[in-house]
């Protein structure tokens, strides 16, 4: 027995909070009664029904994506271009990006189709780490450095305190190779900080989230995680949500 606003979210069909609004309007049956208790536990064998429409029982499915360059992260684009889920085309189960990386961003996606999962994991008071390796134009002075370190102003607020290691340069090219950890997840963030500090970010891949690594994969590959890694993950993001709160 597990609670209903859960059993919605872990479809996908809306985020955990989202679900408590859609009880308490009344837009949730459970076998045919109209239900506005958020309290209500139900069973896999009970019929739930969103704005009449049938909740299909999915197992929970979760996976690890090296999305290549040049690919979007969504199920579908208007403009028919490539989008991750293509790469899952023998995939029964609706599955979707936890977040998301950016068009031309390689690197580490993770996709699912238990919302109530990715909801806890893209919570900003979760702090789940991000190490991006960055190509940048030009050589990046030190002091500029510490600047994204202890956090950057941008249009949107400023940047949490990043870690940053400078990994190689390239005087003849004038490019530098940057590593760079963060936790939060505004748009085009890691491209946003380095502009902010005079660099283009000429390539971009995400190589860790948490303690998940590309490590086996090349681009366009993908992978089921295990057991053990869904659960740690639910862990790692459950044990920063109580030091955050």
């Known amino acids: 027995m597990e609670r209903l606003q859960k059993i919605i979210a872990r479809a996908g069909i809306a985020s955990r909070r989202k679900a408590e609004e859609l009880i308490k309007q009344g837009q949730v049956k459970v076998n045919g009664k109209v239900v506005t208790e958020l309290g209500i536990k139900v069973s896999p064998s009970d019929k739930v029904e969103v704005n009449e429409i049938p909740l299909e029982k999915e197992v929970p499915v979760y996976f690890l994506l090296y999305k290549p360059r040049g690919v979007i992260s969504s199920v579908s684009d208007e403009k028919g271009r490539k989008v991750v889920t293509d790469y899952f085309s023998g995939i029964k189960e609706r599955i979707f990006p936890v977040g998301r990386l950016d068009y031309d961003t390689s690197g580490l996606l993770l996709l699912t189709n ?16 991000k190490v991006y390796v960055a190509k940048i134009k030009g050589i990046p002075l030190r002091e500029n450095l510490k600047k994204l370190e202890r956090g950057i102003r941008l249009e949107d607020g400023k940047t949490a305190p990043a870690k940053v290691k400078l990994l190689s340069t390239d005087k003849k090219k004038q490019s530098s190779i940057v590593e760079i950890s963060i936790h939060e997840g505004k748009n085009r963030q890691v491209r946003r900080m380095f502009e902010a500090i ?15 690594t590309l490590n086996g994969l090349k681009a366009g590959e993908a992978r089921e995680l295990t057991v053990h890694e869904v659960k740690q993950l639910r862990a790692h993001a459950l044990e920063e949500t109580k030091k955050n709160s």
Do not use: C, Q, S, T
């Open 198 to 212: 005079g660099h283009e970010v000429l390539k971009l891949k995400r190589e860790r989230y948490a303690f998940l």
């Open 114 to 129: 238990d919302g109530e999962f990715a909801n806890l994991l893209m919570h900003p008071r979760n702090e789940i780490e």
